[in-house]
């Protein structure tokens, strides 16, 4: 158990709907990076949060936004949802210093979702 | 940006048996982290190795960050050691925080 908990484990949708998947850190941990892991693409990085902060971003789309909370949990919002939106999204978290330096990262469970 | 590159990609092998799982880098890297994905789709992390060798019971690791590379020794395989294993590094960039190889799926044969 790496001590990051992402819920739900599942989620079945529809084309043009909207999810929430929800990240708590591991106690300590003050950054969350969320990725997602589709067949076609593999593991590509989304976007980072340090403190609250928006912290570095990647090949997020624009239909996708994310925020963390004062007490650190993380949640990623997908909408407009497409068939290709169905992938595994994993969050992690990792104790973080210097905004331009990586640090060992942590995996959650990951959260399945499938657009139907 | 930084590219990764894992070989082999696929690795089919005995109970058993041993094996060498490697991770390019184009540029240097000053971290680079190990992860094992179960069948169940579970990130399991392995070694965060920025340099050096570590070992962890049947696992052991070595990256040697001046050439570009490091290296995932898997000895006496279980059944248990099958699915992707991805090495993971620093993109160097915002955009590209991490970068993640491709992997390299391993099914270990009772």
């Known amino acids: 158990d790496s001590g990051v908990t992402q819920t739900p484990k599942h989620l079945i949708t529809a084309t043009g709907q909207r999810v929430t998947l929800r990240c708590s850190p591991r106690s300590g941990d003050l950054s969350v990076y969320w990725y997602q892991q589709s067949l076609d693409q593999g593991l590509q990085f989304l976007i980072q949060y340090y403190n609250g902060e928006e912290r570095a971003k990647g090949n997020i789309l624009e239909r996708f936004s994310a925020q963390q909370f004062p007490d650190l949990h993380s949640e990623l919002n997908l909408s407009s949802l497409e068939l290709g939106d169905s992938a595994l999204y994993f969050c992690a978290s990792s104790v973080e210093g210097e905004a331009q330096a990586t640090y060992e990262q942590y995996f959650g469970p990951g959260t399945r979702l499938t657009v139907t | 940006g930084i590219q990764v590159e894992q070989s082999p990609p696929d690795l089919i092998l005995q109970e058993g048996a041993n094996s060498t799982l490697r991770c390019n880098f184009s540029d240097s890297v000053n971290n680079l982290q190990w992860f094992h994905q179960n069948p169940w789709g579970q990130l399991i992390n392995l070694f965060y190795?920025?340099?050096g060798t570590k070992q962890n019971g049947r696992l052991s690791a070595t990256t040697v960050a001046t050439e570009r590379y490091s290296l995932l020794y898997i000895s006496s395989s279980q059944t248990t050691d099958s699915g992707v294993y991805f090495c993971?590094?620093?993109?160097?960039?915002?955009?590209?925080?991490?970068?993640f190889g491709s992997g390299t799926r391993l099914s270990i044969r009772p």
């Open positions: 190795i920025p340099s």
């Open positions: 993971a590094g620093p993109g160097y960039s915002s955009a590209s925080k991490i970068i």
